[in-house]
């Protein structure tokens, strides 16, 4: 069965993301951050000391990517790693003072683009989006457990 792309709700939300992305992103350039440095800052701000492997599932990329994205905050001395104190072979993330420095004022730029979008909706329709957009992640991922289970 074909459906037409206008009704294909992946391809608007899709659509949205690229542009919330490239919102992100343009504001976050004066602090010379991408949207994955910064997520790993926002996320290591609310939760220090997590790994290099929680953070990629955190910030949804792969473990490729935040090594590299860990390896350049760390360079910049906004991020330390510093080994678990019983799993030694586990790298804890912190942010430096540096670093938090940095978030304060790249996470008031990246708020505004997120009041851009809030504002766009009554507080009422913001929830009412935030649980469609719930429902729409709960049946993707029973999609997703459903392509898991081998067929006999």
Partial sequence: MRLPIDQRLG?????VEQELIAAKHSSLRPFKLNVPQYSVLL??????????????????????????????????????RKPHPVHSHILEARLTRTGQTLLAKADEAVVEV????????????AQELIGRLQRC????AKAGDTRKTPTR
Avoid at 114 to 125: D, G, M, V
């Fill in 11 to 15: 391809h608007h939300l899709k659509r």
């Fill in 43 to 80: 996320a290591l701000s609310q939760e220090p000391g997590l790994s290099g492997a929680v953070l990629a599932r955190r910030c949804m990329v792969t473990p490729q990517t935040m090594s590299s994205v860990l390896a350049t905050l760390e360079g910049r001395s906004l991020v330390e």
């Fill in 114 to 125: 997120e009041l851009l979008l809030t504002e766009e909706f009554s507080a009422e329709e």
């Fill in 137 to 140: 992640s709960a049946a993707l």
